[in-house]
């Protein structure tokens, strides 16, 4: 998703001072740098957020569906993400901020959103079904791969919001924001094999909604 100068300045102005103790309460974040100066944390915040807002900018439309929500989410995990800048452990800079946008997201859709709209069955069974297609690691150049890259932008898209969540969101975070399988099992909380087995289904299902594509 294309992001402009100005969605990163309102971000730059949107990320206050953390509060105290608040970097506690993130993914990926230790307490050491709590004493860091106002200028360090804002250098910090531009060298492990901005680069990657075009990347939460596409999480965040894919998860709520929607471009100007999207824009709200990401404001709002940018808050989050400079509360816990100080204790930033370091890493996966990438994955770290893709973390806080998927719980804002969700939290923002809580809030925001009817209960029907967020209602995407039940866990339990999504993964049994995706079980039953097998959990090896699915083929990046297989032939439903190479059908998916060879789809109509336009109905790709709308194939890719019709899936069910949990394999909307494992396909995006593989397929369009490159994310590692274990990279992936960490942020969802998932074991690997759940990641992979959701991915295979999500291909699966998605090959097979292009297929009916007129």
């Given at each position: ?117 967020l209602a995407v069955g039940d866990l339990g069974d999504l993964d049994q079904m995706a079980a039953a297609h097998g959990t090896s690691l ?10 998916i890259a060879r789809a109509d932008t336009a109905a790709l898209e709308v194939a890719i919001a019709a899936l069910p969540q949990p394999f ?47």
């Amino acid at each position: 998703m294309p992001i402009s100068a100005g969605f990163t300045r309102i971000c730059r102005a949107k990320s206050p001072s953390p509060p105290e103790g608040a970097w506690q309460t993130l993914p990926g974040v230790l307490d050491h740098g709590a004493d860091l100066s106002e200028k360090a944390l804002a250098e910090r915040f531009g060298e492990v957020v901005l680069p990657h807002l075009g990347d939460a900018l596409t999480l965040a439309r894919w998860l709520t569906g929607n471009a100007a929500d999207a824009e709200d989410v990401v404001q709002e995990a940018c808050v989050k993400a400079h509360a816990g800048i100080s204790g930033y452990a370091g890493g996966n800079a990438r994955a770290w901020l893709l973390t806080i946008v998927r719980n804002t997201a969700y939290t923002w859709m809580s809030r925001n959103r009817p209960r029907g709209m967020l209602a995407v069955g039940d866990l339990g069974d999504l993964d049994q079904m995706a079980a039953a297609h097998g959990t090896s690691l699915p083929d990046e150049d297989g032939p439903e791969a190479s059908l998916i890259a060879r789809a109509d932008t336009a109905a790709l898209e709308v194939a890719i919001a019709a899936l069910p969540q949990p394999f909307r969101e494992t396909l995006v975070l593989r397929d369009i924001n490159g994310l590692s399988y274990r990279e992936i099992a960490a942020m969802l909380g998932v074991p690997m094999g759940t990641v992979m087995s959701r991915l295979a289904r999500a291909r699966s299902l998605l090959v097979s909604k292009l297929g009916r594509a007129p």
